[in-house]
């Protein structure tokens, strides 16, 4: 039978590198965003949302043709998407250039991290703490912390980034990677400053059929839960567009690479264009800029993969 002391022992060796954290924390994202997900797909609400409101999913429902409720919705499962989409990036960046001790695979974690965890403190402009996806990411952050804490250690390997050969296929599709990840990042920005003021924007109010006033009006709590969804998928899409980025800026071109970006390509592109016509929101200059980003993401990765040596 084996001591306490021992059992400590193979724990610590178990997470001595931090990497078994980080994975850790890659598997409670993509839970949560497969949460996400669903659980908006079933048109309720969270139930400490409904609290909050003092109104249930089918009181919003019976208010202006459903459509304040399908808003609500298509911005949580975005939001769903976009986490699976940051967890399947973390866990390659984990499993691979860390491993081989590269210095900016540990950055990139830390960066996006960071912004991801800081995009929670939006709710300082909007004015609605929420208490389940606080809990949510105080569980996560441990995890996370400690992670990057004890991986500082395989930062042995210091690399340039890549320089771009326009001239190749190969190096035209990674430059339309870059551009998706700026777009992605700078959407983020975007979306996550219109949930900490405005809330909407004009195609927002158009596909609701009211004024904001007028949305505010029906319950004082409703526009700042409103503003919570926007502002929390805004920062999944900076955590995700920077840890695109410094894998595409850094990484050496894989087959590895390439299935990660597919795959998390495919998470948060076909549930944030996916969910447009589901609810019946298709105004082209609100659903086409992510319709154009899919698409330049797909050429590129089209190009980059095939080219790979």
Avoid at 33 to 56: C, E, K, N, R, S
Avoid at 146 to 155: D, S, Y
């Amino acid at each position: 039978m084996s001591r306490p002391d021992e059992n400590r022992g193979l724990f610590a060796t178990a997470i001595a590198d931090g990497r078994p954290l980080l994975m850790l924390a890659s598997i409670l994202l993509v839970a949560s965003g497969a949460f996400a997900i669903v659980q908006a797909a079933t048109g309720h609400l969270l139930p400490h949302d409904a609290v909050y409101l003092g109104m249930t999913a089918a009181d919003l429902c019976a208010l202006h043709g459903c459509r304040i409720l399908h808003f609500m919705i298509h911005d949580r499962v975005s939001f769903g998407g976009v986490l699976v989409a940051v967890s399947v990036v973390y866990a390659w960046l984990t499993l691979f250039p860390l491993r081989r001790g590269e210095s900016w695979a540990w950055w990139t974690l830390a960066l996006s991290g960071t912004a991801g965890f800081l995009s929670f403190l939006a709710y300082l402009g909007y004015g609605y703490l929420d208490t389940w996806q606080g809990a949510a990411k105080l569980t996560l952050l441990p995890s996370f912390a400690a992670g990057l804490i004890r991986a500082r250690a395989l930062r042995r390997v210091r690399i340039e980034p890549r320089r771009l050969d326009l001239r190749s296929a190969g190096g035209i599709g990674s430059a339309l990677l870059l551009l998706a990840s700026a777009g992605i990042t700078i959407a983020g920005l975007v979306i996550m400053t219109v949930g900490m003021t405005t809330v909407f924007v004009p195609q927002d109010l158009e596909f609701i059929g009211e004024t904001s006033a007028a949305i505010g009006a029906i319950n004082p709590h409703l526009l700042p839960l409103i503003a919570h969804d926007r502002a929390g998928f805004g920062g999944a899409l900076v955590s995700f567009g920077v840890a695109m980025c410094g894998c595409l800026r850094y990484a050496r071109p894989s087959r590895s690479l390439w299935q990660a970006m597919s795959i998390a390509g495919t998470a948060g592109f076909s549930t944030a264009i996916g969910v447009h016509p589901a609810i019946g929101y298709l105004n082209v200059t609100h659903v086409g800029p992510a319709v154009l980003g899919g698409l330049v993401f797909a050429a590129g990765l089209v190009l980059a993969s095939r080219h790979t040596t």
